[in-house]
């Protein structure tokens, strides 16, 4: 293909994707005046808040900007902002960056959604989103306190509908402490106490604590396990107070997890920034999933103003090195967390789907709404494609699925058919 035939390709591409229309301008101002050239135009501000929470999975994010992918996109005044809670990342982006707050983050892949709706917004009106990128697949756990290593609790096994029993007789309700409602970690821990026969609504109790305070939070004994992202399930096990009973990837391989997204008014206002931004942080995905990065990775995230923590809480599970903390030690590269490799960037609308779905299983969003109107409003594989197609990656997958899911306990998640995926399941909150 000639570089100007490439040229008007993405031209076009990049004219769908960002919907600005002749009247501002048209679409020639997104590249530069080179033919050759296919990144995109001058950014229309080189600065932006981006809010990130303290867990390894911000690495995309963290990687740009240390490794100078940001400013080499010319977006030299990009300003990453440690939020203490997933609560404050929604507090800030309802904010914006013009009022003090962030326009962009390392983010739990509903929370778009849910802010989108209103659902979770603290004026109770939209705040819309977009998705940009997939920061990652896979890297979280389920961990339990010591105090249940008896019961040795693993993907499929009836002893955590025991041991939430017995728990229960004693008049403590059993506590499994989640980071966000209807988040990631909300959703894998439901799902998981479903399917082993225990009803998260009736006989639990799923407390919210930021990730950072989770293991405090279990050596004083606030809850009985817990669902985090790493370094906490690592540092859990370093510290002896408990044990991982599961990785997530063992629940479902190559899950979606943390999203890239931004206010839609930001990214409407300036849609070149937004395809740097975009490009800085692929191009960090695929450094940070090199094997060798890991270590220097490590040593960046660890840095009191990222994660906070030491490399070997980081290290070993980035390396795909498991231990469980109750005797078991694993490689399971294959199922640790991936920033790149095997599409991990890609934001599939598919996955979306199903996190929108569970979020209507559990409550969070009433059964009536549109779930393939609400993706297609917010997640953009469209900008996506147009800057791998900028960076030189090519064009991402074929489609926006990824094709019928299927979960540990042979549960299949079909996004062309998301009712009778919700018929099909036993437990649930919507009647």
């Known amino acids: 293909m000639s570089s100007i035939t490439r040229r008007k390709a993405l031209l076009s591409g990049l004219a769908a994707a960002t919907g600005v229309v002749v009247q501002f301008g048209g679409v020639a101002g997104l590249l530069g005046t080179s033919p050759a050239q296919a990144a995109p135009g001058k950014p229309e501000t080189t600065s932006v808040e981006l809010g990130f929470i303290a867990l390894t999975d911000a690495a995309p994010l963290i990687v740009a900007q240390e490794k100078g992918f940001f400013a080499k996109q010319g977006m030299t005044g990009v300003e990453l902002k440690k ?38 917004s603290k004026s109770k009106k939209p705040v819309p989103m977009f998705i940009l990128a997939r920061l990652n697949t896979n890297g979280q756990a389920i961990s339990a306190s010591n105090e249940f290593k008896k019961y040795n609790f693993g993907t499929k096994t ?49 407390v919210v604590i930021p990730p950072p305070q989770m293991v405090a939070n279990m050596q004083s004994g606030t809850m009985d396990i817990f669902c985090v992202g790493e370094p906490w399930n690592e540092r859990l096990v370093n510290k002896k107070l408990g044990y991982t009973a599961l990785i997530t990837g063992q629940l479902w391989k190559d899950h979606p997890e943390k999203a890239f997204a931004m206010r839609a008014d930001w990214v409407k206002k300036n849609p070149n920034a937004t395809l740097r931004l975009l490009m800085a942080v692929q191009q960090a995905q695929k450094w940070a999933d090199n094997p060798a990065n890991t270590v220097e990775l490590s040593k960046m995230l660890a840095k009191d103003k990222y994660v906070k923590a030491n490399a070997d809480d980081l290290l070993p599970r980035l390396q795909g090195t498991i231990d469980f903390g109750n005797g078991k030690v694993a490689k399971m590269k294959n199922l640790s967390m991936k920033f790149w490799a095997d599409n991990a960037s890609f934001p599939y609308k598919s996955h979306d789907t199903w996190f929108i779905t569970e979020d209507i299983r559990w409550g969070y969003l009433p059964k009536g709404t549109n779930i393939k109107a609400l993706v297609n409003k917010v997640n953009r594989s469209d900008l996506w494609r147009a800057a791998a197609k900028a960076n030189g990656y090519g064009n991402g997958p074929a489609g926006d699925s990824r094709g019928v899911e299927v979960f540990f306990d042979g549960v299949k998640f079909d996004a062309n058919n998301p009712q009778a995926y919700l018929n099909g399941l036993k437990i649930k909150a919507l009647k």
């Open 83 to 120: 939020q203490t809670s997933w609560a404050v990342t929604r507090d800030n982006l309802e904010l914006g960056g013009a009022r003090g707050g962030i326009d962009g983050a390392h983010i739990l892949s509903p929370m778009p959604y849910l802010l989108t709706t209103g659902a979770i």
């Open 158 to 206: 009836p002893a955590i509908a025991k041991a939430v029993a017995e728990k229960n007789k004693t008049g403590d309700k059993f506590k499994a402490a989640v980071t966000f409602p209807g988040g990631n970690h909300d959703l894998w821990t439901r799902y998981w106490l479903a399917a082993n026969g225990v009803d998260p609504n009736k006989q639990a109790d799923l």
